[in-house]
């Protein structure tokens, strides 16, 4: 085989492998949890071995994070492609928190996030990582697309709109809305403030 035919296939099976491995790492942390999970655990699900997933990753903070930031760029997408559907910048920006509370925890590979003690992680994360907030602002931008005057606050927004999206998420139990009342809370206490230019 040619040099030029194996590069063409090489990416094509690293990002198998890679794809195997973050499938591994979120199938072993649903059920042995962050802190069981080891890299041995997480090569034999993949089906290979440690030094395998030490090709690709320096160790388990880093697939882990790998895996998720994967999962979450999947699921960013999904929310904007459901928030184009609506022109209206106010039901835009509702239907995107809507899906996401509703959905993130439903997540086969995100609902880890909804765990108390990665929300807050998740947080710290957001206001110390730029590709973070980056990600957010632009779902926040197709939902602000029809809304020019507001572009040059889709940060405040942003922020304003996570931390909302995670006091929903670390809400008791005890406090459950139907679609209806979430979206009737959201209308009443949240875009008023949001839209504000």
Not at 93 to 102: G, N, Q
Not at 149 to 178: D, N, Q, T, Y
């Amino acid at each position: 085989m040619s040099k030029a035919n194996t590069a063409s296939i090489e990416p094509t099976r690293a990002s198998q492998v890679r794809r195997r491995i973050h499938t591994a790492v979120i199938k072993c942390v649903e059920r042995w949890g962050i802190e069981k999970t080891s890299l041995s655990d997480i090569a034999k699900e993949a089906g290979c071995t440690r030094q395998t997933v030490y090709n690709y990753f320096p160790g388990k903070a880093e697939v882990l994070a790998s895996a998720l930031d994967e999962a979450g760029q999947e699921f960013k997408d999904r929310v904007e492609d459901h928030a184009r559907q609506f022109d209206d910048p106010a039901e835009s920006l509702l239907e995107a928190m809507v899906f996401t509370i509703r959905m993130l925890p439903r997540e086969p590979y995100l609902h880890v996030l909804t765990e108390p003690t990665f929300l807050v992680t998740f947080l710290r994360e957001y206001f110390d990582s730029r590709l973070s907030r980056e990600r957010i602002q632009a779902t926040i931008r197709v939902c602000l697309r029809n809304a020019p005057e507001l572009l040059p606050h889709v940060a405040e927004i942003s922020e304003v709109s996570s931390r909302f999206i995670v006091s929903m998420l670390m809400s008791s139990p005890g406090v459950k809305r139907s679609e209806k009342q979430l979206r009737d809370f959201i209308r009443r206490r949240i875009l008023p403030g949001l839209l504000q230019p």
